[in-house]
């Protein structure tokens, strides 16, 4: 290998570092960092990656062939068509209004319609990290978001293959061979999906029955590879060809094992790519155009955020749901970068035009860890401002398909949220003949438990509205099974005001949500993980035989030193 290849290796590697380590500190996503770095490094050091750019493209081939095993064509069965038409709408929506404040801006048409495309999507990586280290990937939003963003990431395969199609004609041209290309694409594609799905899982079964984790990197990364280079000869792009490759192998049930064993050479990759992305940047560019980027990025944002918000509102979800999954997908993602980048290499968006894009983007990521801080407080003035107009407010808080409680209750249960926890409490209760109400806004949870008789109340447990129609002054107990801990500290309040003898048993999710609610004096707070650590404890010591009174006492240790001592 040639000097210059190590030495710009070497460069890019520790600029990441530096980058990612600033990042972290700033509890900002990492590919921030890293195209920062990379935005850094080309304005200090012009030049200096050679030919690692060619490595990088690597990066985004196993970035798609990964993101496709996850995408697995029988999820997208679940989401419910109100996502996918949901999600569809949105991304035609977003594209129109971007599209014509770029030609307001005076963009070029062609470059306006793959700038537009780019900030339809949002970012399945940063959204998912964030939903995942919050606890809301059970949530309603949450399952929402997820769906969505899978719809988004299928909607990157037409984009794709429509980009030769600007680059290469013009006028009334751009219409015959985008249809070309599209029928051709979808030859290829099927032809993929079925020769694939009956060969791919097969194969891969087979690889993994040796119990040979390097042959199953190897299959991974052939396969991907093998399947972007197939494409590239119909003129598709080779990431999108990895990317379908991905969706194939996630069809298999050793899908995950893949993903494991080809992810730490993915991250390595995937660093090269973003790092390189940030040199192609134009430092000058960006401070030249500070203000129309910084614009672009709130108009971008404010826009997306509208339009998911009132399709959700139609398709009737609560408004409690409908901000929290608004504002958590207003970001642009980072298939917008992959977009940009095709855009670039076929001549249709130029060096500063791709600058501005991907600052655009950037700025907009930056974002997303803030503004899911405040999705509570929003939610809050949103609420407040609708409840100024009662028909404005029973539309925003769906009341139109509310289920009312239609018998009254005596020293009932209140369940609020009825997601895994809360059904095993239901169905305990149930077996007992023990009376309780549900409190959730889950559409499809509502609906199921009305049509099984089980009383229910639509709406967001910590609105004094929903608990007083659940009874809660005649209530004996409130089960808070919902891992939102403000909408849980909300409730607590308004409980122990309005009905000081109801006994609060509260779930929490992580450590710092126990100290909290413990602070509030509720009956007990239960988290579930750690109690389920103790199980496994217990059964582990006892097959190892260890004496009842050992294993007492190591649990009431465990137990004090985690605060949970009764």
């Not at 380590?21 to 200096?48: Q, W």
Request: contains cysteine; proline residues 4%; glycine residues 8%.
């Amino acid at each position: 290998m040639e000097i210059e290849v190590i030495q710009s290796l070497l460069f890019v590697l520790v600029a990441a570092l530096f980058g990612g380590l600033v990042v972290r500190a700033l509890r900002l996503p990492p590919l921030v960092g890293y195209i920062a770095a990379g935005i850094v490094g080309g304005a200090l050091f012009p030049g200096k990656i050679g030919k690692v750019e060619e490595l990088a493209e690597l990066g985004i081939i196993l970035l798609l062939f990964s993101v496709g095993l996850e995408v697995s064509l029988s999820k997208l069965t679940r989401v419910g068509k109100v996502v996918i038409a949901g999600a569809v709408f949105q991304i035609i929506l977003v594209m129109a209004v971007s599209f014509a404040v770029l030609r307001l801006f005076g963009f070029d048409p062609t470059a306006a319609v793959v700038l537009a495309a780019g900030f339809s999507l949002s970012s399945t990586a940063v959204v998912v990290k964030i939903l995942s280290d919050r606890g809301e990937t059970d949530t309603i939003h949450g399952e929402i978001m997820i769906g969505w963003l899978l719809v988004q990431d299928l909607a990157v395969i037409p984009m794709a293959v429509l980009l030769p199609s600007l680059a290469s004609a013009s006028g009334q041209g751009v219409a015959l061979m985008a249809g070309r290309s599209l029928v051709s694409a979808a030859i290829v594609i099927i032809g993929i999906f079925f020769v694939g799905r009956l060969i791919a899982p097969y194969v891969i079964h087979k690889i993994a029955a040796t119990n040979s984790r390097e042959l199953l990197v190897l299959s991974g990364v052939s396969l991907a590879l093998g399947v972007a280079g197939f494409v590239s000869f119909f003129g598709i792009s080779p990431a999108l060809g990895a990317f379908l490759a991905g969706v194939v192998t996630s069809e298999s049930q050793e899908n995950h094992a893949v993903f494991a064993e080809t992810r730490p050479l993915r991250d390595l990759f995937v660093i090269l790519f973003f790092v390189s992305l940030g040199f192609l940047v134009t430092p000058a560019v960006i401070l030249s155009n500070f203000l129309l980027i910084i614009g672009l990025a709130a108009l971008v944002m404010i826009t997306k955020a509208i339009i998911i918000f009132i399709v959700l509102l139609l398709f009737g979800y609560h408004g409690k749901t409908n901000v929290a999954t608004s504002i958590g997908l207003a970001q642009v993602g980072e298939f917008s970068f992959v977009l940009f980048l095709g855009a670039r290499q076929l001549g249709i968006l130029s060096q500063d035009i791709s600058s501005i894009g991907i600052a655009v983007t950037l700025s907009t990521l930056v974002m997303t860890p803030i503004l899911f801080k405040s999705i509570v407080p929003i939610w809050r003035r949103a609420r407040d401002f609708s409840s100024r107009w009662p028909r404005l407010n029973k539309l925003f808080l769906g009341w139109r398909k509310s289920t009312r409680v239609g018998e009254k209750f005596e020293n009932h249960i209140i369940i609020c949220g009825y997601g895994r926890m809360g059904k095993w409490i239901g169905q305990a209760l149930r077996s007992k003949k023990y009376p309780f109400v549900v409190i959730d806004y889950n559409q499809k949870v509502v609906h199921g438990l009305k049509n099984e008789g089980t009383p229910v109340v639509y709406g967001d447990p910590a609105e004094p509205q929903v608990l007083e129609q659940a009874g809660i002054r005649q209530a004996k107990a409130i089960v808070l099974a919902l891992p939102d801990r403000i909408t849980q500290e909300e409730l607590i309040s308004y409980a122990q005001t309005t009905a000081p003898n109801v006994k609060i048993i509260a779930r929490a999710h992580l450590d710092g949500d126990w100290e909290k609610l413990s602070a509030m004096k509720v009956k007990k707070v239960v988290q579930p993980e750690f109690e389920g650590a103790l199980i496994i404890i217990k059964d582990l010591l006892d097959s190892m035989g260890r004496s009842k009174e050992e294993i007492s006492d190591l649990t009431k240790s465990l137990r004090r030193s985690h605060s949970l001592a009764k």
